[in-house]
């Protein structure tokens, strides 16, 4: 089992970058596959950018492809989400999940653990 801490909190302009980390606890975390979700108020939770835990593959919302970038740091059981040229459409609680030994997967539903959120708002 693992424990997720999402970080990063942030209100920013548009064309900023931001930075998320979530950072894990309990055994095996180089065993997970782990993505990054975001919802916004009265809308679904959605895929963002998922990493495997095999192979270090990748996968992106169109929405967010070439503006965010996910990678991982096993030796400090954190994973990232490098966010760029946000814009206000990026605003949303961002949560970060994992799922044992799975590809990445573009549904909440797969996924077993999740953190707590942190908020995102980008102004204009």
């Known amino acids: 089992q693992v424990q997720l801490v999402e970080s990063g909190v942030g209100l920013v302009q548009a064309g900023d970058s931001l930075r998320l980390a979530c950072a894990a606890s309990g055994p095996m975390f180089s065993s997970y596959s782990l993505g990054w979700f975001r919802q916004a108020p009265g809308a679904e939770r959605d895929f963002v950018a998922g990493?495997?835990?095999?192979?270090?593959?990748?996968s992106y919302a169109d929405s967010v492809k070439g503006r965010l970038s996910i990678f991982r740091d096993n030796a400090k059981n954190t994973v990232y989400l490098e966010m760029n040229s946000l814009k206000p459409e990026d605003t949303a609680a961002y949560y970060c999940?994992?799922?044992?030994?799975?590809?990445?997967?573009?549904?909440?539903?797969?996924?077993?653990?999740w953190g707590q959120g942190t908020q995102v708002t980008v102004s204009l």
């Open positions: 990493i495997g835990w095999n192979s270090d593959a990748t």
């Open positions: 999940a994992a799922r044992w030994r799975y590809h990445i997967s573009t549904s909440p539903a797969d996924y077993a653990y």
